[in-house]
């Protein structure tokens, strides 16, 4: 019934924490939006030779609109 | 031998009774409370009379001996009273975990005081929420927006005291 079953906690603080950074006045609020972007880039390695880097936001974008 | 010496301090005083006081450590007794951010640090080790924290299971109070406990927080007012005065801060929530050397450690990912908010953003932000989260998205836009409305409800409850 709960967000439990969904979420983890993580996505559950990440969801308050955006949800009180657009409460803010406006002048805060600009600082405390940057600090919602988070992103992660990732590269896979085999036999000493990198991969290409795949950037995880667009890879996950991707795959929900197959 | 020993028994004796218990009798005679706890008919002394209330105690701890987890600490085994020595006689030197009488001076320590204040709380110190580190409040920490993962952008920032509101309190660093500072000595403070009192905390108020929104528990998940009710609202507490943390003085000064406080037996060591883990409580996770929900989104909502943290009340720091020092000496000087008090401060009010609304947490996104987080956890605060009492130490059994008197540090109480507050982690949050979102904390601001109750003066840089703004009651006209809550108001909107509310009102959009509540409609998304008994609107018809997925089960998932849903919750989501059912967490977020029950945020700015707390927010709107602070912010009217």
Not at chain 2, 11 to 36: C, M, Q, T
Not at chain 2, 145 to 153: G, K, L, S
């Amino acid at each position: 019934m709960s967000w439990r079953n969904i979420f983890t906690y993580n996505k559950f603080a990440q969801i308050t924490a955006r949800a009180v950074r657009q409460s803010l006045k406006e002048e805060h609020r600009v600082a405390a939006e940057k600090r919602g972007l988070t992103a992660v880039r990732y590269q896979q390695w085999e036999s000493g030779q990198g991969g290409a880097h795949v950037l995880l936001s667009e890879e996950l974008a991707a795959k929900s609109s197959k | 031998m020993s028994s004796l010496r218990i009798l005679s301090s706890v008919a002394r005083r209330a105690p701890s009774v987890l600490g085994r006081r020595g006689y030197a450590e009488a001076v320590n007794d204040k709380l110190r409370l580190s409040f920490v951010l993962p952008h920032k640090a509101l309190f660093t080790a500072q000595e403070v009379v009192q905390v108020n924290i929104p528990a998940e299971s009710g609202d507490m109070g943390i003085l000064a001996n406080h037996v060591p406990s883990i409580e996770a927080l929900r989104p909502g007012v943290v009340e720091v009273i020092e000496q000087t005065g008090s401060q009010k801060i609304f947490v996104s929530g987080g956890f605060a975990t009492v130490h059994p050397n008197n540090k109480l450690t507050i982690n949050v990912i979102e904390a601001a005081p109750l003066e840089d908010f703004s009651a006209e953003a809550v108001r909107a932000n509310l009102a959009e929420a509540s409609k998304i989260a008994s609107g018809n998205g997925t089960e998932e836009e849903k919750t989501e927006a059912r967490i977020e409305a029950d945020v700015y409800e707390a927010l709107q409850h602070a912010l009217a005291k």
